[in-house]
């Protein structure tokens, strides 16, 4: 089977022949069909986020279960799924809270280096043994059980891959972290994938006006397939001046996907009183933030994190994918460009060059 190998920060995938195991206690193997490439696959190249190479990633994958290790009961070989790339007890408080992705399980595993609960690894490369974080720029890989979600048989798996992140990212931000009611105006800086998901999102929670705002005249004008009613250039106009005109004093909601500090301080400005800021997009650890004080008493304004969307896997995933059957939320558009792994490091070009909202690795 064949797998990206990430060897060094800042170098170009190394496309492989690898080995992988069998599932152990708790583990599901997962024929890959589809995997989405993401901003954060990108932060990990860089070295921005703290995952260290050797090591084989993607997270926003989709496939055919097609192995079980012992004590597996949620799903059996030939179940179609996606997998997350945060996994969780059940039983802690924010489990049993419905907020799964603040478990210290998932915290504990993202620390982990890529090595499964275990302790051990499950690829061998050129180059031994290598770790993996979920493992989807591979054609098989294995997750613990509670990193597959059962989904339905007729959704392509193309479409399905995207959920596993970008589009449960998105769409959660609106209706699960900022609960977005009809009849609200909506700003979000940033018309990647993410964001496209959250403007889509606004749409169909009912909002009135949905503004976005970006650099690149492409992607704005791809918003507006996904809904927004206005767009700005931001290199051409005010970005905060325009929301401000557009929604007599700022809007009732603002969304910052982008993870640029500095550009979450602007859109703070760009939130009327009683509003929130809802910060999606990750800045670096070493990245500050500062607001004016004031605002938080006397106008009531609100900054919140949105953290993966805020999601209840098992129930929000397989929800959003029975309104994308159901016509009501577009992720085939999502996808600008279809590759093979072979391609890994053109997607990660086209990514840096702003020419694609997903492309999509496929097997």
């Known amino acids: 089977m064949k797998a990206a190998v990430l060897y060094a920060f800042n170098e170009p995938f190394k496309v492989e022949d690898v080995d992988l195991g069998e599932p152990r206690d708790g583990e599901v193997r997962v024929k890959l069909a589809a995997s989405g490439v993401c901003h954060s696959d990108r932060s990990i190249q860089k070295g921005i986020l703290p995952v260290a190479p050797p ?14 290790g012992r004590g597996v009961t949620s799903v059996k070989p030939g179940d179609h799924v996606v997998l997350t790339w945060l996994t969780s007890c059940g039983l802690c408080r924010d489990c049993a809270r419905a907020r799964p992705h603040l478990c210290k399980r998932a915290a504990q595993l993202i620390n982990s280096g890529g090595r499964m609960a275990d302790g ?8 031994g043994d290598v770790p993996h974080w979920v493992g989807s720029f591979a054609d098989h890989t294995i997750v613990m059980e509670d990193a597959v ?3 339905r048989d007729d959704v392509p798996l193309e479409a399905a891959a995207l959920v596993g992140c970008g589009v ?9 972290t900022a609960k977005v009611e009809p009849g609200a105006t909506v700003a979000v800086f940033g018309a990647g994938g993410v964001g496209l998901n959250c403007v889509q999102a606004a749409a169909l929670a009912g909002a009135e006006k949905i503004i976005v705002v970006d650099l ?9 397939d996904f809904g927004a009613t206005h767009v700005i250039d931001a290199s051409q106009d005010d970005a905060v001046a325009a929301i401000q005109q557009l929604t007599d004093g700022g809007a009732e909601y603002v969304f910052e996907v982008i993870g640029n500090a500095r550009l979450i301080e602007q859109a703070f400005n760009a939130v009327r009183p009683g ?37 209840r896997f098992r129930y929000d995933m397989p929800m959003i994918l029975d309104l994308y059957m159901a ?12 590759l093979k792994l072979e391609q890994i490091n053109e997607a990660f070009d086209l990514m840096e060059k702003g020419e694609v909202a997903r492309s999509v690795i496929t097997y």
């Not at 800045?283 to 008493?297: C, H, I, R, S």
């Open 216 to 224: 690149n005249p492409k992607k704005l004008e791809l918003a507006k």
């Open 120 to 127: 051990t690894t499950r690829f061998k490369a050129s180059g």
């Open 149 to 151: 979600v059962k989904i």
């Open 275 to 311: 509003g929130k800021l809802v910060i999606v997009g990750v800045p670096a650890v070493t990245e500050t933030l500062t607001f004016p004080a004031a605002f938080f008493p006397l106008a009531e304004k609100t900054v919140m994190g949105s953290y993966y969307g805020s999601p």
């Open 55 to 68: 090591i084989i990633i993607g997270h926003e994958g989709a496939g055919v279960v097609e192995a079980v």
């Open 168 to 176: 449960m990212t998105g769409v959660g931000a609106v209706l699960n």
């Open 327 to 338: 016509g009501k939320l577009k992720l085939d558009e999502l996808i600008s460009r279809r």
